[in-house]
């Protein structure tokens, strides 16, 4: 069996087991569930009953059939075809970052309160290295990695840019993880770093593409 075909199999798997872990908890739950917190990790959302349980898994399943269908679709599918077994790797990983968010949610529904701003630092930094990991492969595509206009017009730029990119995103996930050390300030090390990276790769992709017109 092909790597990707296995890959395929986990992400499903991990589809079902999100649904029958929401089923599971659904009779235990109050009829508002918190789902969202404010920076100092305080609740300050609630969703109805229904709404906190299955929101997340329905979510999963829509963005599973779009990240699926990304590599048939693609006019440089052949590029996503060079890449694709890391692709379906992130999918999983991201998936299981989902799950774990959809069982924090359901914890604090039935009272265990595990702390947000630990806890998301964590899984978020897990997700940033891998997405670094992706985009150290990723070959030049519409969908998936550093989109910029001068990525997406030159193979040089999207290979330059994308190899800068998958160490800054690296570098990122591991700030987030030390960030669960400081949690009041948790989500500053979520999100800053990840806007300077965001902003450099932007700028670095266009004055990148400028040098190549010069040098061509």
Known sequence: MKKGHILIGIIFFLLVVTFIVSIAFYPHLPENVPTH???QGEVDGYMSKFGGTFTA??????LV???????????????INKFKDYYYGFIVVFLIFMLLVQLHTLLWGIGIKISVNFFLPII?????????????KAKRNWFIGIR??????????WDKTHKIGALLFKICGVIAIIGALFPKYSVFFILIPLVITSIYLLIYSYVDYQKEGKQN
């Open 57 to 62: 898994p329905f979510i999963m399943l829509g």
């Open 148 to 157: 910029t206009p001068w990525t997406l017009s030159s193979d040089v730029v």
């Open 65 to 79: 059939v779009i990240l699926l269908l990304i590599p048939k679709i693609d006019p440089l599918k052949e590029n």
């Open 124 to 136: 978020t930094g897990v997700l940033f290295y891998f997405t670094g990991i992706l985009l150290e």
């Open 37 to 39: 917190w404010n920076v």
